[in-house]
């Protein structure tokens, strides 16, 4: 059984109680947001400003009908100056990143919710019903399809000759990238009481990163899935399940040999990749991901304030408080800003140096996943399958 957030309002504290109460459910998977401590729990009215940057948009596209209420956080994958782009009832598209051109579709029979995930000449997507779809990078021709035992609702991800797909019950399948054969798979634990969402796979030398709704992140070798190491990122500490829930929903960024991971229990942490050591640990946090630029890591924590934190110590940098309770997406650093999408559709560019609000534009209905950027170009996707491209001009 699962509770489903309201498309447009953030979550409550009264739905939190009911999510507890239900009887019969052994997970709860739809707790995007939190409350914040502000008197009406509302979500912020957008303030007025001067901008510092101006926003182009370059194209927009309608790739199906979305994911509406579903809680997908779905979101495109950039390769090669190619956007890949899948919807709930639509299939998968490539268009050209500069003119949004359609470039070939595939048209989909299975509701489509994790990825697409993008690489070695595959697009890989994931379905509700535990569908796993390889496509031709170039052509969009199915090339093979598999089955997991759960849905699908994060991006695969493609290296070392394999897919490799994270489902919702926390199991780990790898497949032969040329023949869809299963090669491996790793079983997790799940907590009673979880976050809705999974955080992709990241893949490094030999291993893969895997976020986990227990708060910890798991680093398994690439060839056999055997796990190396695992490091806590949030304790699942309290006395109820819901206090308890520390998921890390969010991909983990790999840069160097430095993991970057934050978690729904508000805590980031800096882990040496090779060895699972924590490098610094900060008490700020969320559930969505986060962004990396030379100097910040940025997270958006449950009450929607967007956060930056010190690179190479944690420390807290500045935070921007004028989007509580607006459902505040994952953050994506694009040149010198960051940019988050909200339930209304509204993306905001935030200063990198001080979190001041650069500017603001419009990408159709509710924007739950993570922009994406590649070549300077921004990409965002709505809830109601609508692709809108940006790019900044001095």
Not at 67 to 90: C, F, R, S, T, W
Not at 91 to 119: C, E, F, I, M, N
Request: glycine share 14%.
């Amino acid at each position: 059984m699962t509770l489903r957030q309201p498309r447009a309002l953030p979550f409550i504290a009264a739905a939190l109680i009911a999510a507890v109460a239900l009887s019969g459910c052994s997970s709860v998977k739809h707790l995007f947001g939190g409350r914040s401590k502000d008197k009406a729990g509302e979500p912020a009215k957008l303030v007025e400003f001067t901008p510092t940057v101006t926003v182009r948009q370059l194209w927009t596209a309608q790739i199906g009908k979305g994911e509406k209420n579903l809680g997908l956080g779905q979101h495109p994958v950039i390769v090669n100056g190619v956007v890949y782009a899948a919807a709930v009832d639509g299939g998968v598209t490539a268009l050209d990143l500069t003119s949004g051109k359609t470039l070939w579709h595939y048209d989909s029979k299975s509701r489509l919710s994790g990825g697409p995930g993008a690489g070695d000449g595959l697009v890989v997507v994931g379905g509700l019903k535990g569908e796993v779809i390889a496509l031709d990078a170039g052509t969009g021709q199915e090339k093979w399809t598999a089955k997991v035992n759960n849905e699908v609702i994060s991006a695969p991800a493609i290296g070392g000759g394999m897919v490799f797909v994270h489902a919702n019950d926390g199991r780990v399948t790898a497949f032969d990238a040329n023949t869809g054969e299963r090669r491996w798979f790793y079983s997790a634990d799940v907590p009673p009481l979880t976050v809705r969402g999974n955080g992709g796979i990241t893949l490094g030398p030999g291993l893969l990163f895997v976020p986990g709704d227990d708060g910890s992140v798991v680093a398994l070798g690439m060839a056999d899935g055997s796990e190396r190491w695992r490091v806590a990122v949030a304790e699942p500490e309290g006395r109820s399940e819901l206090e308890r829930m520390a998921d890390v929903d969010g991909d983990v960024v790999l840069e160097g040999t430095v993991l970057f991971a934050t978690s729904y229990k508000n805590h980031t942490v800096a882990i040496d990749g090779p060895r699972g050591q924590v490098l610094w640990d900060s008490e700020h946090g969320g559930p969505r991901g986060l962004g990396v630029s030379n100097s910040a890591v940025v997270v958006t924590d449950r009450n929607g304030n967007v956060i930056g934190l010190d690179k190479n110590t944690g420390g807290s940098l500045w935070q921007q408080s004028g989007l509580l309770n607006r459902n505040v997406t994952a953050p994506t650093v694009q040149g010198d800003y960051v940019v988050v999408g909200d339930y209304e559709g509204v993306v905001h560019w935030i200063r990198l140096i001080d979190g001041a609000f650069a500017a603001r534009s419009k990408a159709g209905k509710a924007v739950t996943g993570k922009p994406v950027e590649s070549d300077g170009i921004v990409v965002v996707q709505s809830v109601d399958g609508k692709l809108t491209a940006f790019s900044l001009q001095p």
